[in-house]
């Protein structure tokens, strides 16, 4: 079967010659917005070429605006790079050093002399989430106070040892904008407008999302295909601070990405720590890991009706950058199509509707089934105990296939439909593998 997949990949790679990656991409996107898997805004950048930059989708729906390039989204804890950057900018001024403890700042804390700057950067404090379920449903869309984040978190344990193990907690980065403002005797927001957008050409970039006036911003929303779709709540950026209240464009975050590469804003040693993985490849606002063998820097951030994936691969001078305003949505798998074409890997996915069959239904295509011309190909088609339908080709690992219609099913790991055949009797007899022009022909023999 390893080999029937390779031909595949030829064969299709062959036949999309004609595409350009580009209209690849574009294909891919608009596949996702069609099927309800994306709404919002899309930048794909490769060597200083833009090779995807266009908006699917609405920007709101009541008043039947479109997205485009312009559009505004809250980007969540994207907002954290911001704040790491800044920090090490302080530090290059000498105006602090990351290994400072926090009693430095605040000696008044019971834990301040366990923590250092660089234990809040890297999520290894064990400092308790003061946004917790309280905070989001009391407080998160109202003004909060500096005095209100110490009155939530002063009494509490810490969650672990400072330095024994990772903990995500929006508490380090919200803890840091309030060292930047203490440190530099001004605002966290003028320090980010001063130090990082002002010098990246920032300019539709800010904090106040819910009183931007801009008819540019977005509108975040639960759920797009309900009939009448309900706006979620806008945060106070005072509640979600350092943490998380930046609104920004794709536009801008490229100047942002491109910004990094020139040293435009802090020197390429402090880039170096802010790219240093430390426990569960946390950097200093940033995740660093490997995709298709290419070294990436990313964050994902998250806001009631708004989510970005921002995503940096150095050594080719690409990104790609996803901004959605829809709760409901996640990055599904066409985020990794789009990665798959930025690095000409012909195997991905275009999105396809989808639909949900019973236990019973799904039953009925299990079995084995032998390539028609070659049965030495086998394939097994079994029903999960999760109710997911799974095909295992000869000598691969199993892979869930997805209901399109009636006898209709795809993969989400490359571009393939398997059509169902039915005899005169309407029982199942086999299944045809579909890529593009090639068709593979398997028949039933269980």
Request: proline share 3%; glycine share 6%; charged share 20%.
């Amino acid at each position: 079967m390893k080999k029937m997949l390779l031909l595949i990949s030829l064969l299709y790679s062959i036949a999309i010659t004609a595409q350009t990656d580009s209209e690849r991409m574009d294909e891919v996107m608009q596949a996702a917005q069609n099927t309800g898997l994306f709404n919002g805004v899309v930048l794909v950048a490769r060597h200083d070429s833009i090779l995807l930059f266009k908006g699917y989708g609405w920007r709101n729906i009541e008043h039947k605006i479109l997205h485009d390039t312009n559009s505004v989204f809250q980007i969540g804890s994207v907002t954290k790079q911001f704040t790491a950057t800044i920090i090490l900018w302080l530090q290059e001024h000498h105006r602090l050093n990351i290994q400072d403890k926090l009693s430095k700042y605040y000696p008044q804390y019971l834990y301040a002399d366990k923590i250092t700057l660089h234990n809040l950067l890297t999520h290894t404090s064990g400092l308790p989430e003061y946004t917790d379920q309280y905070f989001l449903v009391h407080q998160a869309d109202k003004a909060f106070t500096q005095q209100d984040f110490w009155n939530i978190i002063k009494d509490k344990p810490l969650d672990f040892e400072p330095d024994s193990e990772f903990g995500y907690r929006n508490t380090n980065y919200t803890l840091l904008g309030y060292i930047i403002e203490k440190v530099s005797g001004k605002t966290y927001e003028q320090m980010v407008r001063q130090i990082i957008f002002n010098k990246a050409g920032m300019t539709h970039s800010g904090f106040d999302f819910a009183h931007l006036a801009s008819p540019a911003r977005s509108t975040g929303y639960e759920d797009l295909s309900l009939n009448t779709p309900k706006h979620t709540r806008i945060g106070d950026s005072s509640a979600t601070f350092a943490a998380g209240a930046i609104y920004t464009t794709a536009g801008d975050l490229y100047r942002w990405h491109k910004a990094l590469y020139g040293n435009t804003i802090i020197s390429q040693a402090s880039l170096e720590q802010a790219f240093t993985p430390y426990k569960a490849n946390y950097g200093y606002g940033w995740t660093i890991d490997y995709a298709a063998g290419k070294r990436f820097q990313a964050h994902n951030g998250y806001n009631w009706g708004f989510q970005t994936l921002f995503k940096r691969y150095p050594s080719e001078g690409a990104c790609m950058i996803i901004l959605q305003n829809e709760d409901k949505l996640t990055f599904d798998n066409y985020a990794l199509s789009i990665e798959r074409i930025l690095f000409h890997d012909p195997n991905y996915y275009i999105p396809r509707n989808t639909i949900t069959l019973s236990y019973d239904s799904l039953q009925k295509f299990t079995g084995s089934y032998e390539l028609t011309d070659n049965p030495a190909f086998k394939a097994e088609i079994i029903v999960s105990s999760q109710g997911h339908l799974l095909l295992t080709w000869s000598n691969m690992k199993p892979e869930e296939i997805f209901a399109e219609k009636k006898d209709f099913f795809h993969f989400r790991s490359y571009n393939m439909q398997l059509i169902f055949i039915r005899n005169e009797k309407g029982q199942l007899s086999g299944f045809s593998a579909v890529n593009g022009k090639q068709v593979f022909k398997y028949k039933k023999i269980i």
